[in-house]
């Protein structure tokens, strides 16, 4: 079964530019895969950032970017701030109305 | 406001069922579908599968394919989530989220805790 791979943990500088990426065990990462962004911090429920490969979602502020680099999907943070230490997870859909989330990025500014 | 409020956390025993409930208010509730995701502790996210509120008709991982049921009921607006034989292993917490379409899954419940234990 193909896997969806997301970084291991990262970090980035107050004020600096991270990109986050899904991949693929198997493949490439298209637009056709829908890919999505999600934000998480602990013991809260999940907040989509991303969606439809580079739609923000609603409230969501432009420094968060979406897009496919080479052949996987990308968020990008730009002006990274404090509070976007988070867990990021993306999401795809694997065809057949089946999705599958990716393992997560633990984000840490510092 | 579109909202999607759960109902409260459970502990259940090993071999028993549990029912999740997903209560909407805030848009028409027939024109969308429900997505349901599990999360356990320190965990990541998992696609369980989704029911399509108007029609009725659902999708399931196969990971849970036979064990999980999604229901709903259009007159109370809720959706459920039935998963049955428990183990230890399906202790976390788990979420509805309306799918907007496009991977657009903009509102979620507050999540129920399940706790699986002997």
């Known amino acids: 079964q193909t896997v969806v791979t997301q970084e291991p943990p990262f970090s980035v500088s107050p004020g600096g530019t991270v990109t986050l990426t899904c991949g693929l065990s198997s493949g490439s990462v298209s637009t056709s895969y829908c890919p999505s962004w999600y934000q998480q911090t602990p013991g809260q429920a999940p907040r989509t950032l991303i969606y439809n490969t580079n739609t923000r979602s609603s409230g969501v502020p432009d420094r968060f970017s979406g897009s496919i680099l080479g052949n996987k999907a990308a968020l990008t943070i730009t002006g990274a701030q404090a509070d976007d230490e988070s867990d990021y997870y993306c999401l795809l859909h694997m065809g057949s109305d089946i999705w599958q989330f990716g393992g997560g990025t633990k984000l840490t500014v510092l | 406001q579109v909202q999607l409020v759960q109902s409260g956390a459970e502990v259940k025993r090993p071999g028993a069922s549990v029912k999740v409930s997903c209560k909407a208010s805030g848009f028409t509730f027939t024109t969308y579908s429900i997505q349901w995701v599990r999360q356990a502790p320190g965990q990541r996210l998992e696609w369980m599968g989704w029911?399509?509120?108007?029609?009725?008709?659902?999708k399931y991982s196969q990971k849970f394919q036979g064990r999980v049921t999604f229901t709903r009921d259009t007159s109370a607006s809720t959706a459920y989530m039935e998963l049955s034989s428990l183990i230890s292993e399906d202790t976390a917490v788990y979420f509805c989220a309306r799918d907007g379409g496009s991977g657009n899954w903009h509102f979620w419940g507050q999540g129920t805790m399940v706790t699986v234990s002997s």
């Open positions: 029911i399509n509120l108007g029609r009725g008709s659902t």
